[in-house]
């Protein structure tokens, strides 16, 4: 396993189109996040997935973010009419559910929107 | 909600030892973790503190008091490639990880 995997790796899109990026999380790692990070600021929360539930999901994913994990393994976060303000680094990680406190994290989506 | 506070910058020079504060505040905490991030880089582990006391891994080393809400990341025989930023992130019982603004060190020949 080469740990967790992102893609794409970047990402430029107009204003106003749907984006969506996609993460393959570590094997039987059934913890998986997905956090937006800008520069010279801490990684912040976006959802959290164990298995195929979302348990929980920040306020900005209550109206155009959505993710879904289908089946428990990838995941997929969707962002739709996106903004300017939606330019920034998507990190996905993930974390076994038992005795595991280290998150691992994937090289991220850079997302540019113009 | 949660809510972490960390220096923004800390400077220091190769070979001396640098301290990096975070004091938290945060409903279900279940441990404090804290992880490097290069530039251009994804956030690395590199210690985890469930119970107070210090954990102590290679040159780096981690402090948490629960009773003050406050740890801290020391990192000793600085070398030129620990220039990185650092983020402190509580996990709470409910399973996520909320993150600090991050710690920028900068090492100095």
């Known amino acids: 396993d080469t740990g967790v995997s992102q893609n794409p790796r970047h990402k430029i899109t107009k204003r106003g189109q749907n984006v969506t990026f996609r993460c393959d999380p570590i094997?039987?790692?059934?913890?998986l996040y997905w956090y937006r990070q800008t520069l010279g600021q801490g990684p912040e929360f976006l959802t959290y997935f164990q298995n195929e539930a979302q348990l929980e999901k920040s306020r900005l994913l209550s109206d155009r973010f959505s993710a879904e994990r289908p089946k428990g393994s990838f995941s997929t976060l969707e962002i739709q009419r996106t903004e300017q303000g939606d330019s920034a680094m998507y990190l996905c990680?993930?974390?076994?559910?038992?005795?595991?406190?280290?998150?691992?994290f994937g090289q991220g989506t850079r997302l540019t929107v113009v | 909600g949660q809510s972490l506070e960390q220096p923004s910058e800390v400077t220091a020079v190769e070979g001396a030892i640098v301290q990096i504060n975070c004091t938290y505040q945060t409903s279900g905490f279940y441990g404090l973790s804290w992880y490097q991030q290069h530039d251009g880089g994804a956030p690395t582990f590199l210690s985890y503190?469930?119970?107070?006391g210090l954990e102590e891994t290679g040159r780096f080393s981690s402090f948490l008091s629960r009773s003050d809400s406050y740890g801290y990341l020391l990192l000793q025989e600085l070398q030129m490639k620990d220039s990185a930023s650092y983020f402190c992130?509580?996990?709470?019982?409910?399973?996520?990880?909320?993150f600090g603004d991050g710690t920028t060190l900068t090492v100095k020949p």
């Open positions: 990680a993930s974390r076994p559910n038992h005795g595991g406190e280290e998150a691992f």
């Open positions: 503190n469930a119970l107070d």
């Open positions: 992130a509580v996990n709470t019982n409910a399973g996520k990880s909320t």
């Open positions: 094997s039987e790692h059934n913890r």
